[in-house]
């Protein structure tokens, strides 16, 4: 693996398995009302999940950040349902968003689009096992190392190190634990699933933050779940390792925005609307602007990478997104 993959691996794993127990500290799990029978999990950490409840059964939007975090989405939805989960729609393939999976019942139905299927096969699983079996191992044994240096020499970073090293090891036991659950049903850019007499859409608009994006549409209730095409109030993560394409996501979200819904649920954020999810299409859009800007003045990708965020993007949380933000669209650019 070379030291670049390295970095993006780790950042990958870390950013969506976060603590080792899925939740931030200190958080409490709790589930919120968005319309009548529909219900998003608060306190988890990773992408936010929503369930309905209906007289048929439950329909599940994404699985959570690790098995715990599906375990504690299950005992959410069974404090508010003893109907079984008849199925698990998935947005994408991203870690924070699958790899609850394995506790969901065998005989929940899971749904996705046919290249989040494949990604999960193509780029979850590989990462995972070379994670498990190599780079996590490698990493304690050095952590070891440092750890019994500092313990010889008395140095005062030893607590620290110490906690960094149980870090390490609890989140490897964690990464162990994961199973990989694969879905039943794929389709290419539309499905509907009849649940209790409400129909939910499951759509594909192109690529735009991974190759494989579901939008989930419920229209009897005017709720759109958009994955991640929505980092609310957020700077994005861009999938580049799975196809992301920034121009089609604003024109998915454009599109997105021209149906029927009142309240949106971001894969990331809190609960907004039709607005908020604009304002991600017309930040993808500046920057667009902004990059070929820095391209047409001769600048290299290093150059471009320095840019000051836009007055506009101020306020924006996970700010040191911008760089790799940059990255993703010059590269984009200066392919097509
Ligand atoms: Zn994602």
């Known amino acids: 693996m070379k030291k670049s993959d390295a970095v993006i691996f780790f950042a990958f794993v870390f950013f969506f398995m976060g603590s080792a127990s899925g ?11 968005v319309a009548n029978g529909l219900y998003i999990v608060e306190g988890l950490e990773g992408g936010n999940v929503a369930f309905l409840v ?33 199925y698990l729609v998935l947005t994408h393939y991203h870690g924070d968003h699958t790899f609850g999976l394995q506790a969901f019942p065998p005989s929940t139905v899971i749904i996705a ?3 989040t299927a494949d990604n999960m096969r193509s780029l ?24 019994e240096t500092l313990r010889k020499r008395k140095g005062k970073e030893l607590p620290k190190e110490e906690a ?7 989140q490897l036991a964690e990464l162990k634990e994961l199973r990989f659950v694969y879905p039943a049903i794929t389709f290419q850019t539309k499905l509907s699933v009849f649940l209790g007499g409400q129909e939910i859409e499951v759509v594909h608009l192109g690529r735009a933050h991974t190759d494989g994006d579901a939008l989930i549409h419920f229209p ?12 609310a109030a957020s700077y994005p993560y861009i999938g580049v390792e799975a196809g992301a394409d920034t121009a089609n996501w604003i024109a998915a979200i454009e599109r997105a925005a021209s149906w029927e819904v009142g309240t949106v649920i971001p894969g990331h954020g809190r609960i ?22 820095a391209i ?19 306020g924006f949380a996970r700010e040191r997104q911008l760089p790799s933000n940059i990255e993703a669209v010059y590269n984009e650019l200066i392919r097509k």
């Open 124 to 147: 979850n699983e590989p990462r995972l096992r070379g994670m498990m079996e190599d780079q996590m191992p490698e990493m304690i044994v050095a952590q070891k190392l440092k750890v």
């Open 54 to 86: 209906t007289d048929g059964g439950v329909l599940v939007v994404d699985s959570g950040t690790s098995p715990e975090a599906g375990r504690l989405i299950m005992a959410e939805i069974a404090k508010k349902t003893d109907r079984p989960v008849k």
């Open 23 to 33: 939740l931030p500290a200190g958080a409490e799990v709790r589930t919120v009302p």
């Open 296 to 314: 047409a003045a001769g600048k290299s990708l290093a150059e471009a990478k320095k840019m000051a965020p836009l007055p506009s993007w101020n």
């Open 113 to 115: 689009q046919q290249n």
């Open 164 to 170: 960094a090293l149980r870090a390490l090891e609890t």
């Open 220 to 231: 009897g209730l005017n709720v759109l779940h958009a994955g991640d095409l929505l980092f």
């Open 272 to 293: 907004t609307d039709k607005q908020g999810l604009l304002k991600m299409a017309a930040y993808l859009s500046e920057l667009r602007e902004a990059v070929k800007s």
